[in-house]
């Protein structure tokens, strides 16, 4: 199982799970996209490098999310899958690096439910096993 959405009184939870931290972030993604849009309907069309930092795992998870967020505001980008990823500290700063594919949204998008808002550190927690995640829908 790559992710379970989870019960939440007013905004959408998931838990990414995955054998490494890039694999939890790029499950991550996918659950976040998929409580808007159905993913296996996806197209790979459109490609997209990506480079983020954050101060802990929990900022870089947070600013990896936001960014992809802010790619469907900005340029209705759709992510649908990761070609590669990787997340690295250097000194007191974590960066991720990936090559992501999407699809740019259109009318006949496959829509499943609620847009996300935003990203929240509540309830955020990283394990060796998973991530988990509340968004504000």
Known sequence: MKYEMLGHTSEAKF??????????????????????FDVGKLQP????????????????????LDELLLLLDSELFVFQSVQKIKIS??????????LVFGE???DSSPRRGPEV???????????????QVVVDV
């Open 15 to 36: 838990r990414a799970y995955g054998q490494t931290q890039e694999e939890r972030f790029t499950n991550a993604a996918l659950a976040m996209t998929d409580i808007m």
């Open 45 to 64: 069309k459109v490609r997209k490098k990506i480079v983020i930092k954050g101060t802990t795992p929990q900022s870089l998870l947070r600013n990896w």
């Open 89 to 98: 500290k250097l000194k007191e700063v974590w960066s991720l690096d990936a």
């Open 104 to 106: 740019t949204a259109t």
């Open 117 to 131: 808002k935003a990203v929240t550190y509540d309830e955020m927690e990283l394990t060796d096993q998973f991530v």
